[in-house]
């Protein structure tokens, strides 16, 4: 879970945000599914990003396929200005709280 977080805010920073401006993630908890939701939003233009298979030796290119493979499930959102691109995990309500309890100490 926390690598899709990085993976996801990395390509924030990289793709999606304008100097000098920032992003902001959202952590939602649904009970009734016990469901739990990870967004990124950023406030750059650019294509929504795609999962896509870059060259056998190249350094970057795999984040949205690692978050492909390890999330129940992911997709992308439009905002005005920017998008918001998610993933969801099956989580448990003790799951959650520890998540949002530290929060503040995640890179």
Known sequence: MLLCVSELATNAL?????PGRGFR???YWERAGGRLRIEM???????????RCPA???????????????AAAWGVGERDPGKVVWCEFAASARMFAVLVSNAHHLP
């Open 14 to 18: 990289v793709h999606g945000v304008p």
């Open 25 to 27: 993630v959202r952590l």
């Open 41 to 51: 939003h950023d406030s750059g233009a650019g294509a929504a990003p795609t999962a």
């Open 56 to 70: 056998p030796d190249a350094e970057g290119g795999r984040g949205l396929l690692l978050v492909s493979a390890l």
